[in-house]
């Protein structure tokens, strides 16, 4: 088992950033890729971000391309989201998912392709 711990989320002004971090811990000897996802009210979970085990590879939703980065730190188990630029309609929970794989180079985007959640950080984003 993997447990996933998201943290660094909060309240920023429209145009303001946060960094989100995403802590794993547990079973985390093998290889696993990574994802952002959020949801907002009435909405449904939605792709962010994702990052292969190697961090080569990286994709966004268009929704966040060029304002979002995700990066991760294999030594300390943590992968991270710079927001930047932050916009009203970025406000949601922020959750994040892992997944094991054979694979360095690849990402996955779609929910169910996940195994393991974190319980998810807050980000609101004020006008």
């Known amino acids: 088992q993997v447990q996933l711990v998201e943290s660094g989320g909060g309240l920023v002004q429209a145009g303001g950033s946060l960094r989100l971090s995403c802590a794993a811990s547990?079973?985390?000897?093998?290889?696993?890729?990574m994802g952002w996802f959020r949801q907002a009210p009435g909405k449904e979970r939605e792709f962010v971000a994702a990052?292969?085990?190697?961090?080569?590879?990286?994709h966004y939703s268009d929704s966040v391309k060029g304002r979002f980065t995700i990066s991760r730190d294999n030594a300390k188990n943590t992968v991270f989201l710079q927001m930047n630029s932050l916009k009203p309609e970025d406000t949601a929970v922020y959750y994040c998912?892992?997944?094991?794989?054979?694979?360095?180079?690849?990402?996955?985007?779609?929910?169910?392709?996940?195994?393991?959640w974190g319980q998810g950080t807050q980000v609101t984003v004020s006008s």
């Open positions: 998912a892992a997944r094991a794989t054979y694979y360095s180079e690849t990402y996955y985007h779609i929910p169910h392709e996940y195994t393991y």
């Open positions: 547990g079973r985390t000897s093998g290889s696993y890729a």
């Open positions: 990052i292969s085990w190697s961090g080569g590879n990286t």
